[in-house]
């Protein structure tokens, strides 16, 4: 009895140490060519400088990890797959460059300038998320809140856009397709938007 017993033992443990934790895989986000949003424009919409704040991120998005929504109530980390760098980091960076490629605005201002801007933009990353609440038609949405303003004045001008796109499975890679082409929908909805903004 004790040598079939020590034999279920040695099994457990060689089981346990033979069962490696896969590695994480991180993605980046990426904007698509130039070429393919909004012609830049020849004459600034906007006089002056923009600086691009850093979207805040609602709970649990701040997360690096990606997100699956299983049902209405439940949302799911995944451990092993997520961003290189927290995504509301990713989606700033991302926005600086299109509206520095679109010409809205005389010039972008750097992360980190000293210097004063005429305007501002600040945000929030509202939503992120792989949904699988429908197994068989996979998608992912995302959500991001902008808000623009004068330095001089208090009153912004908001702009919500929320995409969903359709993915062909739920893989991590695939996820990531889906929220690139969300979010490069997201950016030409915003220069389309400012370009509606009445400006002095």
């Known amino acids: 009895m004790k040598t079939i ?4 033992c040695i099994s457990a443990l060689l089981f346990g140490c033979s069962s490696t934790t896969p590695p994480r895989k991180d993605f980046l986000l990426s904007n698509v060519p130039v070429s393919q949003h909004h012609a830049r424009l020849a004459t600034p919409h ?23 929504r299983e049902s209405a109530q439940r949302f ?34 750097p992360l980190g300038s000293s210097l004063m801007p005429s305007w501002r933009l600040e945000g929030e990353l509202q939503q992120l998320y792989v949904d699988v ?44 397709i889906g929220f690139n082409r969300a979010l490069n929908t997201i950016l030409l909805q ?6 509606t903004v009445n400006t002095p």
């Open 46 to 68: 906007f006089k002056g400088s923009l600086q691009v704040q850093d979207l805040h991120a609602l709970s649990p998005y701040r997360s690096t990890s990606l997100i699956y």
């Open 76 to 109: 799911v980390l995944d451990p092993y797959n997520g961003f290189l760098a927290p995504p509301a980091q990713q989606i700033s960076s991302l926005t600086r460059e299109a509206l520095a490629a679109s010409g809205l605005f005389t010039v972008i201002l």
């Open 5 to 8: 017993l020590t034999l279920c």
């Open 133 to 176: 609440t429908i197994p068989a038609q996979p998608r992912v949405t995302l959500s991001i809140r902008y808000a623009l303003s004068q330095v001089e004045h208090n009153t912004p001008l908001i702009f919500e856009f929320t995409q969903t796109e359709a993915i062909v499975d739920a893989s991590p890679e695939q996820a990531v």
């Open 190 to 195: 915003l220069e389309s938007s400012l370009l």
